[in-house]
């Protein structure tokens, strides 16, 4: 027996609680607002927040694509892609370029996004104080109160026994001058690209019942000391061993042959795009 479904899996009360969430997170950015996260076909932590706020905005004329640590066809950004796709009938693509809606886990794409596309982060942890605080009441209170000093303390420490602030992904950054907030566990090098970003980026934590966003146009800065100043992760030196690409986010890979280092474009899809101009010909999967 066939079974039809909701248009976009969730059914409709669902889905205009979770954008009245969402219209309210655009409206204070980067305050998060408390949802109530439904039960999923995938298990919490896997992504359900981020796939909540994709199924509550898609629309029939809509391009999705789906990310998972820069790659299109790993295995959650695969079974995400499946279900939006079956549940809704629109288009998937790979190209950043293509797609109006994008849904990631770990990266921001190194192509520049438009105003006509909205991202959405799958946050694991969306509270930047919970390393000092685990109490969400207090937490709460402190981020009313406009009280970061837990926050700078945090990073302080890191500065004295490391002699750099060692944060490497989810590096807190403060949100139109007011909010601090954890931008999802994306690396230092994408905090950057969502200052003044064109597009909209919506955050959600399913498994924290959290949703938060950064409004096109808005100013992020990343927490730093005038002293030590906020850096990203340095590829000096380094290209991609396929396309050439430099100042990007790249994975180091060691080669099995060699036992040497080699660099690789984490966004695959950006890689391939260039291989395709340089070689003039098309590669047929984004494992290039």
């Known amino acids: 027996m066939k079974i039809n479904t909701h248009f976009a899996f969730l059914d409709e009360g669902s889905k205009k609680e979770i954008r009245r969430a969402m219209l309210k997170a655009v409206a204070i950015p980067g305050y998060q607002v408390p949802f109530a996260s439904r039960e999923m076909p995938i298990a919490r932590g896997w992504g359900t927040g981020g796939l909540q706020i994709t199924l509550s905005v898609i629309g029939t004329e809509d391009v999705l694509k789906v990310i998972d640590q820069g790659a299109d066809e790993s295995v959650n950004a695969v079974s995400i892609k499946k279900l939006v796709h079956e549940t809704t009938g629109v288009e998937v693509a790979e190209r950043t370029q293509e797609a109006s809606l994008i849904q990631s886990r770990h990266r921001i794409p190194e192509v520049p996004l438009t105003d006509e596309q909205i991202l959405v982060l799958q946050v694991p942890t969306p509270e930047p104080l919970r390393d000092v605080e685990a109490s969400e009441y207090i937490t709460k209170r402190l981020h009313s109160e406009d009280e970061y000093s837990g926050a700078w303390l945090m990073l302080f420490e890191q500065i004295m026994k490391y002699g750099k602030t060692t944060t490497n992904a989810d590096h807190p950054v403060y949100v139109n001058g007011r909010y601090v907030m954890a931008p999802s566990p994306i690396p230092r090098f994408d905090n950057p690209k969502m200052h003044q970003s064109e597009a909209l980026i919506l955050l959600g934590a399913g498994r924290e019942k959290k949703i938060y966003a950064v409004p096109p146009y808005t100013d992020v800065e990343s927490l730093a000391f005038e002293d030590y100043p906020f850096t990203v992760?340095?590829?000096?030196?380094?290209?991609?061993?396929?396309?050439?690409?430099?100042?990007?986010?790249?994975?180091?890979?060691?080669?099995?042959?060699?036992?040497?280092?080699?660099?690789?474009?984490?966004?695959?899809s950006f890689c391939v795009d260039r291989l395709n101009d340089k070689e003039n010909v098309e590669v047929e999967t984004s494992y290039a």
């Open 233 to 268: 992760e340095s590829f000096d030196g380094q290209h991609c061993h396929l396309c050439g690409a430099k100042d990007v986010f790249m994975d180091e890979l060691i080669d099995p042959a060699t036992g040497e280092a080699t660099y690789q474009c984490n966004d695959i």
